[in-house]
Nanobody, 122 residues
């Protein structure tokens, strides 16, 4: 199966931007729908954004619509999460995940990265 490694997290002030990257290795990246999830302290993990294997279809959580963009480059085996207008409530560990199922069926994700911390200061 594919292996996932996230990068790009860090500390940013409210209103700032970050781009997360998730590099995949192993089996054919383009066979997988991809998603970004996050888990804030004391809360459960929630889906943030997802993209189909072709890149044509996307999902965004209501809390990030208009601020975050997910896109993928299959030639580079990488999926990205562009995060703009960050707010303190976006503070969380962000995880990249992959599924051979459907991008917006979140219980089908079964390959996970190690996570990257995003901290937004007020």
């Amino acid at each position: 199966q594919v292996q996932l490694v996230e990068s790009g997290g860090g500390l940013v002030q409210a209103g700032g931007s970050l781009r997360l990257s998730c590099a995949a290795s192993g089996r054919t990246f383009s066979a997988y729908d991809m998603g970004w999830f996050r888990q804030a302290p004391g809360k459960g993990r929630e889906p943030v954004a997802a993209v189909s294997r072709s890149g044509a279809s996307t999902f965004y959580a209501d809390s990030v619509k208009g601020r975050f963009t997910i896109f993928r480059e299959n030639a580079k085996n990488t999926v990205y999460l562009e995060m703009n207008s960050l707010i303190p409530e976006d503070t969380a560990v962000y995880y990249c995940a992959a599924t051979l199922g459907t991008y917006n069926r979140f219980n089908q994700y079964d390959v996970w990265g190690q996570g990257t911390q995003v901290t937004v200061s007020s």
